[in-house]
């Protein structure tokens, strides 16, 4: 059933089973949902299946979904390989405190594609990945502090966190203080964390030398998501690597959303060197993961045969069969020729878009690489953190973008990247590119639009 949307004119969706099933979640969760990242314009679209592509939701609309779960499911939902795969296992059994030989096999596939990496642990989450990346870091050059750019996303550990939102007042040694990750976090933890700007070549030595004593680790996301979708230059990446050698700093490479970038990640994409990857995402096939991964005469803190771990990293649910055997099939399914297809539709989904933008002259631009895109609505594509930010009337034009989007039958994250997944074809690229000319044609957005 559809009902009339005022602003466009045109029939919108239904969504009274989301609208019931939201009330519902108000009364049992805090704002209503389980995580914080979903979306609520006005309010939640439950799903209730995935086909490839695209997902169902409770109100029988099918939607283009370029979301996948923040990049995860790389090759759309109900991935046939790892349902059939993981319908057998959970016959044997879904977790043991014992090893299997299931979590070697993706091991093996991680260290064979990631120059970076020369062994592995496995948690269940990018947060945990970063947590323990940093922690081996401080461990093994026996310094405390980590240097960060400014808002990029690492998940949800205290040091990670810090910055992701911006830096705040300056300390009593001139230094950016980073803004902390919420009220009550203890103010001693943005004394440790050196916030930087991404792609400032010329200004990264100056700032991190006068404390490099005490500098554990580079924290850098090699295209940082939620800071911009921000391009790496190629000076910035040189800079980073010879300053952390010189220092003898560790970079830790933060890939659990841009592994996605190529058959060996977005590292070896941009020519960083990182001592340290933290990897997600993709790696478990649409089911919890994380790893860290790196040199290993670094990932020794986490234990030798002869010498007990200096790190100590556990997790009951770490290594799960369901996860690993999930994770293993999806990658042997990324094949060299599975990323050249998701480069193509990316480069053609970016270039049709950019192509859309120059015939309308359009305040717009474009950012991204391999399966990601993001659109701005900026004249000139950011290349930091502060240029990406969104003025009030940019993120009403922006939200306006995603319910146009919506409106068509097409999930487009607000204020993030977007991805593709292996099942999408140039037909669906065509299809974006539509929309958003369409938005294009129409102008600003009206006042009702902006609500």
């Known amino acids: 059933m559809l009902s009339q949307n005022a602003n466009t004119g045109r029939p919108a969706p239904d969504r009274a089973r989301s609208s019931n099933l939201y009330r519902r979640g108000q009364r049992v969760f805090p704002a209503g949902v389980t995580r914080a990242t979903i979306e609520k314009d006005p309010l939640p679209i439950y799903l209730e299946r995935g086909e490839g592509a695209y997902v169902v939701d409770v109100d029988g ?6 979301n996948s779960n923040f990049t995860t499911l790389i090759h759309g939902h109900g991935f046939g390989p790892v349902v059939e795969a993981i319908g057998h296992v959970l016959r044997q ?35 945990e990945a970063v947590m323990y990346a940093l922690k081996a870091a401080r461990a093994f050059t026996g310094r405390s502090s980590i240097v960060r750019f400014e808002g990029a996303y690492h998940g949800a550990y205290d040091w990670a966190e810090a910055g992701q939102n911006g830096v ?13 990750g919420y009220t009550g976090a203890p103010k001693a933890i943005a004394d440790s964390v050196i916030v930087l700007d991404f792609n400032d070549a010329s200004g990264l030595e100056a700032a991190i030398a006068p404390a490099a004593a005490d500098i554990a680790a580079i924290l850098v996301d090699p295209m940082p998501s939620r800071a911009g979708l921000l391009h790496p230059s190629a000076d910035f990446i040189t800079a980073l690597s010879a300053t952390a050698r010189k220092l003898g700093i560790l970079i830790v490479a933060d890939e659990v959303l841009n592994l996605r970038q190529g058959f060996a990640g977005a590292s070896a994409r941009y020519g960083l ?40 990293q556990g997790g009951t649910f770490s290594a799960n069969p369901i996860s690993m055997i999930a994770g293993r099939i999806a990658m042997e ?16 989904v970016r270039s049709g878009l950019t192509q859309a933008i120059s015939k309308r002259g359009a305040p717009f631009s474009v950012s991204g690489a391999a399966s990601l895109f993001r659109i701005h609505p900026k004249k000139d594509v950011p290349a930091t953190y502060r240029a990406a930010q969104m003025s009030a009337q940019e993120s009403s034009t922006m939200r306006a973008l995603t319910r146009h989007f919506l409106d068509r039958g097409i999930l487009l994250p607000f204020g993030a990247a977007a991805c593709l997944s292996t099942p999408m074809t140039a037909t669906e690229m065509d299809r974006i590119v539509a929309v958003f000319d369409d938005f294009l044609a129409q102008g600003e957005p009206s006042d009702g639009d902006k609500q």
């Open 333 to 348: 399914a990324l094949t060299p020729d599975a990323f050249s297809h998701l480069e193509e539709l990316g480069d053609r």
């Open 168 to 180: 705040g007042e300056s300390g009593v040694s001139g230094r950016r203080l980073p803004k902390l």
């Open 273 to 312: 060197e990182p001592d340290l990857v933290a990897a997600g995402k993709i790696i478990g096939g649409g089911f919890p993961i994380g790893a860290i991964g790196g040199r290993a005469d670094v990932m020794a803190v986490f234990g030798t045969d002869d010498n007990a771990p200096v790190v100590s």
């Open 93 to 127: 059994g879904t977790c043991f405190a014992n090893p299997m030989e299931h979590e070697i096999a993706l091991a093996e596939l991680l260290v064979s594609r990631i120059p970076a990496v020369e062994q592995v642990r496995f948690v269940n989450s990018g947060t």
């Open 61 to 66: 609309n099918r939607l283009l979904d370029l």
